[in-house]
């Protein structure tokens, strides 16, 4: 695990869609919105998993205490390559109940975005500009990828030295979908009934008139980014990883 040491940190944007791209390319509403506003907040320290609980870890855990395995599962000794691969076909109750099982916890959604940004307030884990060769994202829209093994991009690894903070899959948050602090924004999305995810995932993000796709990228793939999905949402590209709350020794 990294230690994330206590102290304030940038989570959120200011950023503003002023040509209104979302809406021009059939997104609901304008990018940012819901990251808005841009803030400081206070963390205590805290530990995170340097990279996304692995199908092989989650075995050892479905063996120890009888849980099922997804429908989707393939057996590990018929592909041995697969053992590294991000466990995903978990919803939110698999990933919370796998974490306490390890002597852990979910990370808050303020939690994974410190870790994923760092304390400089980076846009995306490895800085400020963007690079989809850092990360295991589809450059276009007919491009069909799968999981790789955690740990594949070390030029994606944020401040902290977490991996695959943004692609390969998404992860689950231990927090609901709220709106920030001070924020004005209204959404009957918000309230106990979605859990936020983070992070990206190797899916094509959709068909975009030409030229637009590496934009949508582009916005997705920042550390602030905001998703959420039902906790009873099981996902082929959507994982966890977990923390621990804790001093440093």
Known sequence: MAWIPPGEFIIGTDDVDEEDEALQLGFPRPWFEDEHPGQKMHLDGFYIDLHEVTRQDYLEFANATGRPLPDQWTDLRDAPDQSSHPMTDVDWYDADD????????LPTE??????????????YPWGNGFDILRAHLSPGSDIL???????????????????DM?????????SWYLPYPNSTLRSKDFGMKYRVVRGLSYHSLGHYPDGSYERVVEVYARASTRSYDPPTEKLEDLGFRCAKSGDRP
């Open 98 to 105: 796998f974490c306490r099982w390890a002597g852990k916890r």
């Open 145 to 163: 990828l799968k999981t790789v093994p955690v740990g594949s991009y070390p030029g994606g690894v944020s401040p902290y030295g977490v991996f």
């Open 110 to 123: 303020e939690e994974w975005e410190k870790a994923a940004r760092g304390p400089g307030g980076f846009r």
């Open 166 to 174: 943004v692609g390969n899959v998404w992860e689950w948050t231990s």
